[in-house]
């Protein structure tokens, strides 16, 4: 059994360090070449090379808001405006003592990081456009108090920026400053974009209800990634006082904030590199081509009709050519249940599922009436019936989603709250869904990650420094994942991207994402669904061998075969109701489950 794993292993590994490889190049290749800019002694280059750097440091923290968690974050430009008052502000001394430009930025970026979550927190209730339009109006707010607020910000007139202190204060100096700091906010939004946080962030925007079913909570996770986008975001603005020398409220225009915005798509959503270039792409183009300045909106708008149209996926979608390597036709799935030993380790905390006169109606329509159901740990038990008879109503109840208006929910001794989908991972539920719920850009072993976010331990900022815990959670769960993607039989697959998988290797990818929290109890909808007699067959294996670890499996199936081949115990609903509860031989002889479900 060993001699056979460890190959497999290296050979991931292998390939591993290849992709990071070739992940990092083109960066190195871009430091290289701002590095050697200086070498051309043009200071009118200094400006845009500095320019484009400082509207980085902006975009690195909104890629994460928009091109990973999908947030529609379209007037960024107000955090710019602001950090540039409030450095310009503090530095000239209006309001207090004047302070050195080193504490105004520092000062800039703590009133970012409150109005980046203040801007922020709409994008919890309120969903893509409406949302998009409240930070546009933030927007508006920022400057008209700009331009009203005379005797601190000089209204029309505006006020001086900040002066920089020496070595900073020439040209190239102060490039190399905002270099510098380009690189910094580079790395740490690359850190967080490739931690748990990363992934629970395109979870969010793809596959919400999956997120939460991992133990994804949207709250708490926006808030820290507002505060981070609005703390580099006020930085920048405190950093572009400086170079313009002087700032005016018509400095901040909403084309600005454009800029920001299509930086992003034409970079391709879940990036890094591809915003950078996007960035910086869109610094130089009204430069190179400086009639055509006074139709940026113009261009910025056709140049986004065609990506939208010609390549979907942005520049990195265009770099991504490892992606574009045909797979292997006519694959099989060969699930390895010996493996689950490995991912299990010795003790599972065993625990009865207990539900008890579960009521819930949607209207008038009764979906459960009254539904006593138990799960004993290390069993499989089956729930079957018509459809719309409420078995998924029911998986639904029992993961959290809804509040059952009568009746309870019981894990062990413990009672599970209605209405906590995000609480549920905590417990040891896990689950797949009726349809698979993946994040199709993400790679094959990144969903299967997700399934163990509850087990990291590394906090936000330990993630953005890339500490030695943050280090320790990414190895210890990348190499869970890839012994649950053994033990499925898609460890092959596991750096492509999920989207490029067969809906029968979308099953059993989601059962591996299940599979991450060695779950106490596991609920599967319908898994057997759309595969082939052969996959049945050993997913019917699988399951068996899951429960053999002590995992109680609520099965939700329609393929009567593997119902009575596997279960232990099998429930019939139909109507809301409970019809029959019995061992598979019990059921299939049971009058009216054979009339009103299994037919003649
Ligand atoms: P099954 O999974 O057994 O096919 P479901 O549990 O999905 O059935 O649905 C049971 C009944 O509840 C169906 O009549 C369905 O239309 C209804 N239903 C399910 N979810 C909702 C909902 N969110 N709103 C309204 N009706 C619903
Ligand atoms: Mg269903």
Redesign the pocket.
Known sequence: MRSETLPAQAGARATRGHASWHALLPFAVLLILSLLLPLTGNDYWALIATRAAIYWILVAGLNLIVGYAGQLAIGYVALLTLGAYTTAVLTGGKLMAPMPVWGALAAAGAVGALFGVIVGLPALRLRTFYFAMTTLGFATIVTQIALAWQSVTGGGVGLPGPDMPAPFNSAWGFYYLCLGFAVFCTLITANVARSRYGRALIALRDAEVAAEAVGISKPGLLVKVFMLAGTLAAIAGGLFASLQTYITPDAFTFDLSLLFFISILIGGRGSILGPLLGTILLTILPEIAAPLAAWATFLYAVLLLAIVLLMPGGIAALLDWRNRKPLESGRAITPRPAALAELYGQTLQARALKVQGAALA??G?R?LDGVDLEVAPGQVHGLI??????????L?VISGYYQPQAGGVLLGDSPLPGNAPTKRALHGIARTF?TPRLVGEASVLQNVMMGGTVAGRASFIEAMFCLPRQLRDEREMAQRARVALRVVGLEELADVRADRLQHSELRFMEIARALMLKPCLLLL?EPAAGLSTEEILRLGALIKAVSAQGTGVLL?EHHADLIFDICDHVTV?NL?RVLAHGTPAEIRVHQEVVSAYLGA
């Open positions: 949607f209207g329509l979906a019936g018509p459809n719309g008879s409420g078995k998924t109503t029911m639904n009726q909808d939700v609903l809301g």
